[in-house]
Each structure stands twice: as structure tokens, then as C-alpha cells.
């Protein structure tokens, strides 16, 4: 007999709670896969399951969205606009139960899932108004008797293969903008959080979107590696969009550049966050304070190096040690936390090594520094280590856990130097009251995105991505993110 599951939570709409791949608007298991577990991160406890799918569902699954394509595609702008803004509608209207499925899948607390509806919304809205501004051109040649023009068309079948930390933002950035384009697609979820995603194509089915326009594989950790390569490597997707570390990046680069798919690559992070001598330290600290422990530090932004001038050094660790002091580390769903367990276990042992080579290497630890075991779920300590050097594991990898790293700095060359000293360049953060200072390190930080006395560097309206090995393409943004999802295509016309 079938596992049986209790879903700790109850929800207005209990129709947003599915259990199995979504595919031509039909809820379907795996041909020859079996299930994998839903596991709250906050209690260790298993609460559903969904469909391993394997390389044979792949098939089925794109020769839908390609049949559904040759129909989507000829979908007047405005209408797909209008399915867009119901979808957005219908989401707001459910938010109080979609918060509660994304705490119970990535921990993390429920204000902070009514924080990344809020955001992700934000998207659907967005796309909804690009999808009627994607224009073509016409120009007049060197040569007489002609003229040159371009159209921008769908690309075809897109692939998204997207992580656990913001399961619904992650997925709405890229598939509002590609059913903007008028594209279809297949999501593939990180195995720790499919049901999100289930609930939002609940809806976008009753907003209105056609059968085979977005479609859902859920897969288990084992068969992720053939199923995302079987996806890319079909001859009928046509983009691929991946957002995840870099190590997996390389890796469906790898596969699209045998089809030579289209591409856009939203990977790790590593992000520097500097605060001079002159800065607002009380600004700096509420945007780090937000920044650094939203979601137990499992953000792709979150600063992972925090470079501090000498000269207030001492003080801003000891502000960010009274304040870190305050957070309530327990289950998101509890009243009161403001800080929710990592999503997997792996993410404990990566946070305690990183911990234990930094305190090797001569870091103080001066608060938090272990696991939190009486707890149940995977819960790790908020840490602050000081006297960080660029020798240690933190210094070249994302901690991707509630540690926050401080290194002093003298000198802005210093600063700009240590900053850029990484092979990631997603985004940057600098504090100061000087102009002068904000404008060169906004000019000389190697990040797809500087946040000048602000943490927030992430909106629907600004292009989103990262250079170096953070990355290309970009998502989000005016023109820039829909046309990741189209072609250009010339046309010349005589008129002798
Ligand atoms: P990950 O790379 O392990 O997984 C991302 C996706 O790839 C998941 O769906 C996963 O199931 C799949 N995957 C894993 N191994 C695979 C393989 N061998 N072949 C094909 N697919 C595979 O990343 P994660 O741990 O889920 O997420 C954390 C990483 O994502 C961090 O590095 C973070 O910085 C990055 N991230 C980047 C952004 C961004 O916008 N730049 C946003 C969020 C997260």
C-alpha cells in the first residue's frame, strides 16, 4: 500500500495541494519512475510525495509544449497579457495558503514567504505589461530601392531548471517572461520543493492558459542529472534557462552547446558587501541584517564577504552581534522566528566545515558557530566570524548558511581589490556618504548588480544577473529578459 502522508498545515483552497507532475493541463505520475518525499526542513518530517519522473516522461512532455507552441504563438499579445494578470490575481488571492506551502517546503519563516509571493507577483504583473512592447524595427539602407526590417518571434519550447531557495520567484521570473514571448515551457523544480510550483500551475490553469503551454516534471536528486540533460538535448526545446550554483551551470552549458540552445545561466553568488569609515553604519546595518539572514542565508545576493574600513571595524561587529543576538532561530511556521532552518542537511555540513577552516586559520568566532541538534529540523546557529582572510573557504565559496564573514580593509584600493578577488560577480554592495567613493566602486566592482546603500538590488523593472562565472543573460528588466525568449528576425524588401 501507498505511503500515507499528513500535511501539517490546513489551507483555504486545499486544491492547490498536488502530488503529481503536471503535463497538457493533466495531472500525471512518472511511466517508470517511482515517488520521492517532501520533507519539512523545519521538523525533519516527510509530508507528500511527487512523481520521480525519468528520461522516458521527457518525450511525452516536450512534443506537448511543442503542439502546444504551434498554437501559443499565435495568441494575440493582449490575451497572453490577460492570463498573465488573472494568474498574478489569483495568486495574490491565495497568498495566505501558498505562504504556508513554501515554509513547509524551504523552512524558511512565513513573513518571508509572504515577502517572495509579494515579490514574485511582482514578475507576473511586469511580464503581463512587456508582452505587448516587443516591437520590431524598419530602417532605410545605404542601398537604394530597399528597406530593412526586423520581427522579434517566440523562440520555441523553453526548459526551466530552477533551485530550492525561492521556489516560486525563481520559476515566475522566468516563466512569466517566457508566456510573455509567447513561448511554452516545462519546469523542472529542485527536488525539495515541487509543490510550489504545483499550486502556482493550479492556477495558471484556471486563469485560463492553454493545455501545454507550462508544464511541471517533478524528479527526485537521482534522476535530475539524466532528466535535465534529456531536456536540454531535445531537439524540439529550443532555450534553456537555469538558475542554480555554478558547478551545475557548467554542466547544462555543457548540454545546450551540443544543440547550440539559446542559453541564460543564473548561477552562485559570493557576493561582497563594503561599508566605509563615513557610511550611515545604522543604514548599512539594517540592509545587511536583512540581507544577510533572509532565509538562513540560503540567498543567491545575500553578502557572503562583509568588508568593514578599519576605522569602524570594531564597532560594526559589535552592532552586528547585539542585533544578531536578537533573532529567534525555530520553524517558520512558529510565532515569533525570524530565522527558519536551512532546506538540506547538506547545507549543515558544508556550514560547519566552512566554520571549522576558518576558525583553523585563525577567525574568531564571536557568536553562534554550530549546529542547532535539540531542534529537530536542520538548524545551524547564526554565526558572525571576525579577522577573515581571503585564505579561507569562505573567502572563494558561497557559505549558502546563516554565516556572516568580516575581513577589515584600509584602503578603497584594498576594498575594491579583496571585493573583485573572486570568480563570481553577481551583485555588490557598498556603503558610504561619499558620492565620489559610491560612484568608482559602482564603476569598478566586477557584479551584474552594485547596490549602492542599499541591499535591495533585486525588482521586476531591473535587469537581473551576474558576469564571470555568475553567469549570463538576464532576467527581469525592460526589453532584456523577454527577448532572452525571443528571435530577431531580418527581413529585406526591394522595391525596385
Ligand atoms: P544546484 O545547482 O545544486 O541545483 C539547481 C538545479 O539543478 C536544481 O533543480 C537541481 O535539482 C538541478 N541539478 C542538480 N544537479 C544537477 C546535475 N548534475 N545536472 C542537472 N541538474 C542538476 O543549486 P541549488 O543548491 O539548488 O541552489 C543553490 C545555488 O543556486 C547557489 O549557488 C545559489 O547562488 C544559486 N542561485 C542563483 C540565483 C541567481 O539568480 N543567480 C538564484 C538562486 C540561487
Redo the contacts with the bound molecule.
Keep these: 500500500m501507498a505511503k500515507q502522508y499528513k500535511v501539517p498545515f490546513e489551507l483555504n483552497n486545499p486544491e492547490l495541494l498536488h502530488y503529481e507532475s503536471f503535463v497538457d493541463n493533466k495531472w500525471i505520475s512518472s511511466k517508470k519512475g517511482g515517488r520521492f518525499e517532501v520533507v519539512d526542513p523545519g521538523t525533519d518530517i516527510a509530508w507528500a510525495s511527487c512523481p520521480a519522473n525519468t528520461v522516458d516522461d521527457v518525450p511525452h512532455a516536450v512534443e506537448v509544449a511543442h503542439a502546444a507552441f504551434n498554437q501559443y504563438r499565435k495568441v494575440v499579445p493582449r490575451q497572453r497579457a490577460q492570463w498573465l494578470l488573472k494568474w498574478d490575481a489569483l495568486i495574490r488571492e491565495n497568498k495566505d495558503d501558498i505562504a504556508k506551502i513554501i515554509t513547509y517546503e524551504t523552512g524558511k519563516p512565513i513573513a518571508e514567504s509572504y515577502g517572495e509571493i509579494d515579490y514574485s507577483t511582482g514578475f507576473t504583473w511586469w511580464f503581463a505589461g512587456e508582452a505587448e512592447r516587443i516591437f520590431g524595427t524598419v530602417s532605410t539602407p545605404a542601398l537604394p530601392g530597399r528597406r530593412i526590417f526586423t520581427i522579434k518571434q517566440p523562440i520555441g519550447v523553453a526548459v526551466a ?6 521556489p516560486m520567484a ?1 520559476i515566475l ?1 522566468k516563466a512569466a517572461a517566457a508566456l510573455a514571448a509567447g513561448c511554452t515551457m516545462i519546469v ?5 520543493t515541487p509543490l510550489t510550483i504545483l499550486s502556482l500551475v493550479h492556477l495558471a490553469q484556471k486563469a485560463g492558459f492553454p493545455a501545454g503551454v507550462l508544464n511541471v516534471l517533478t ?1 527526485d ?1 537521482e534522476n ?2 539524466a ?3 534529456a531536456l536540454c538535448k531535445h531537439p524540439l526545446v529550443k532555450k534553456v534557462t ?8 557548467k ?2 552549458a555543457g ?1 545546450c552547446a551540443t544543440g547550440l540552445k539559446k542559453v541564460t545561466l ?4 559570493n557576493c561582497p558587501l563594503v561599508v566605509f569609515d563615513d557610511a550611515n553604519l545604522d543604514q548599512a546595518m539594517d540592509h545587511l541584517m536583512a540581507l544577510k539572514w533572509r532565509h538562513a542565508g ?4 545575500t553578502a557572503n564577504r562583509i568588508y568593514v574600513q578599519a576605522g569602524v571595524y570594531e564597532k560594526f561587529a559589535n552592532m552586528l552581534k547585539e542585533r544578531t543576538s536578537k533573532i529567534v532561530t525555530g520553524h517558520g511556521a512558529a510565532e515569533g522566528t525570524t530565522m527558519g532552518p536551512v532546506t ?1 542537511p ?1 547545507s549543515l555540513d558544508k556550514a560547519t566545515s566552512q566554520v571549522q577552516d576558518a576558525r583553523k586559520l585563525g577567525a574568531k568566532v564571536i557568536l553562534g558557530g554550530n549546529q542547532i541538534k535539540d531542534k529537530g529540523g536542520y538548524f545551524f546557529e547564526p554565526t558572525i566570524l571576525t579577522d577573515m582572510t581571503e585564505k579561507m573557504l569562505i573567502s572563494r565559496e ?1 557559505s ?1 548558511a546563516p554565516i556572516a564573514a568580516l575581513y577589515k580593509f584600509d584602503t578603497e584600493e584594498e576594498a575594491t581589490k579583496w571585493a573583485n578577488d573572486t570568480s563570481m560577480g ?1 551583485a555588490s554592495y557598498v556603503f558610504s556618504k561619499n558620492i565620489d567613493i559610491l560612484w568608482r566602486m559602482y564603476e569598478n566592482l566586477e557584479a551584474g548588480m552594485i547596490g549602492l546603500n542599499t541591499g535591495n538590488s533585486s525588482a521586476a523593472e531591473s535587469p ?3 558576469i564571470k562565472e ?2 549570463y543573460g538576464k ?1 527581469s528588466g525592460k526589453d532584456v529578459a523577454v527577448n532572452e525568449y525571443l528571435i530577431t528576425k531580418t527581413g529585406t524588401l526591394s522595391l525596385e
Design positions: 531548471l530552477v533551485p530550492w531557495n525561492f525563481m521570473r523542472k523544480p529542485s527536488p525539495e524528479t536528486l535530475t542529472p532528466l535535465s540533460e537555469f538558475t542554480g550554483s555554478t558547478r551545475v551551470g554542466i547544462i548540454h543564473e548561477l552562485g553568488g540560503q540567498a543567491c545576493i538540506t547538506r558561497e549558502f553577481l537581473f544577473g551576474g555568475s553567469g532576467e
